[in-house]
């Protein structure tokens, strides 16, 4: 089985702030949010956990593990979307730039523009490619065994996608809050999706 988590609730989340590559700390609720989380992940024991690199994350992480403590590999794969000049405005900031009327036409395909900290803004079409891979491995896992992997909004959208075969357009409609779960059900090679709020 495969757990599916995004991090707790930051500040940026509140401030309703692009967080893509830029990061910001967990709020009081997104502690809790990742205690929450820790306990439902205790019930099925991962075996590993796979991280994206962001600080937000492995903040989540620290209170899932006090709860359901397993070994854990850093992926860089995981990393969210980069918004490029956008990181770290509020959406109504980014809703001024020239290139914004362009988004809204192509959720999926838009690439964000300008760059953060020197990397290139991307399109969640360029994050779900650079997914599949990664998804491609966790099928080669024990299917006796669960695993969790922590990370992003971004990344539960490509894992809806992927495992739920969404087209490009239904992805792009996709928002995943900081509560949810997505749990998959790998059975010979077939899977099943559940959606948890907690």
Sequence with gaps: MLIFLRHGQTVYN?????QGVADSLLTANGREQAKA?????KNYQPTRYYLSPLPRV???FSYIKEIAPAEYEIV???????????????KDEASKDVVWSQREQDRFHFVHPGSYNGKKGESYKQLYDRLVPFFEKLATLDETKNYAVIAH???MVAV???????S????AQIRVPNNTILRIDMRNGSYTVNEVVI
């Design 58 to 60: 492995y903040e989540t």
């Design 76 to 90: 860089p794969l995981l990393s969210e979307i980069c918004y490029g000049r956008w990181e770290g405005k509020t």
């Design 168 to 171: 490009d357009t239904e992805a």
């Design 14 to 18: 509140t401030e309703h702030r692009y």
């Design 160 to 166: 809806k996608k992927y495992y739920e075969s969404l």
């Design 153 to 155: 909004q971004g990344v």
């Design 37 to 41: 989380m820790g306990t439902y992940v």
